[in-house]
């Protein structure tokens, strides 16, 4: 499985754009590169999930570049009910071991 | 819908004992998957199951540690003659398919406690 690299903590102020970049060197072909949320006290939750170029829904953005050795989550005008813990995982197509790593802590201030 | 439950939510227990700790997935997912969290950590993957299958178990610290899902669908840990070490969250989840790049869907968890 592909090693995952993000850094351990952000800060951040409400309103602002805030992207949290992931390495993940050998990540191979037929793996996809997923993000998740997780706020004190409750599991992960789901966010992100993609392949190769953008991807973008309700809730953030996921810009992956053609070598996909890198990943960038995007939230836009963070607020403070954004402060969690934010994971990248490479998840293989149809493999089930999923490794979460240590994640990212972002911190919105007032 | 329901989402995924555990029982119990707390459990304190004394060394030396065995504990078993449940989780009931979202109905008709395939896959289940158990975890483990320090604090201050990410989950630690223990073991998968695809509907009874248990295909994964490569997670599972030692031979203490076991797991079932015998019908498909409730899935137990058991951890025998815990010890301190074993104090943790204990986390499930779901996904409705068996590929390993779906949405899992976490319960709340089980934090463990062993005296």
């Known amino acids: 499985l592909a090693k995952t690299t993000q850094p351990i903590s952000m800060d951040s102020y409400e309103g602002q754009e805030v992207n949290i970049t992931c390495s993940h060197n050998?990540?191979?072909?037929?793996?996809?590169i997923t993000w998740y949320q997780q706020f004190p006290s409750q599991g992960p939750r789901f966010i992100i999930q993609?392949?190769?170029t953008k991807v973008t829904n309700e809730v953030a953005s996921l810009f992956i570049p053609a070598d996909r050795k890198s990943s960038t989550l995007s939230l836009p005008r963070v607020s403070l009910s954004d402060t969690a813990v934010y994971y990248c995982?490479?998840?293989?197509?149809?493999?089930?071991?999923?490794?979460f790593g240590a994640g990212t802590r972002l911190f919105v201030k007032a | 819908g329901a989402g995924v439950s555990q029982s119990p939510r707390y459990k304190v227990t004394k060394r030396g004992q065995d504990v078993a700790l449940r989780c009931d997935p979202i109905?008709?997912?395939?896959?289940l998957y158990w975890y483990r969290q320090a604090l201050g950590q990410g989950p630690e993957f223990l073991t998968y199951?695809?509907?009874?299958?248990?295909?994964?178990k490569s997670g599972l610290p030692n031979d203490r540690f076991s797991a079932e899902r015998p019908e498909g669908s409730i899935s137990t840990l058991t951890i025998q003659r815990t010890e301190q070490r074993d104090s943790a969250m204990y986390r499930c989840?779901?996904?409705?398919?068996?590929?390993?790049?779906?949405?899992?869907?976490f319960g709340p968890g089980t934090r463990l406690t062993v005296l």
């Open positions: 050998n990540i191979a072909t037929n793996d996809y």
């Open positions: 993609g392949y190769k």
């Open positions: 995982l490479v998840a293989l197509t149809g493999g089930f071991k999923t490794i």
């Open positions: 109905s008709g997912h395939v896959s």
């Open positions: 199951f695809n509907y009874e299958a248990q295909q994964d």
């Open positions: 989840a779901s996904s409705p398919q068996r590929e390993g790049r779906d949405t899992q869907y």
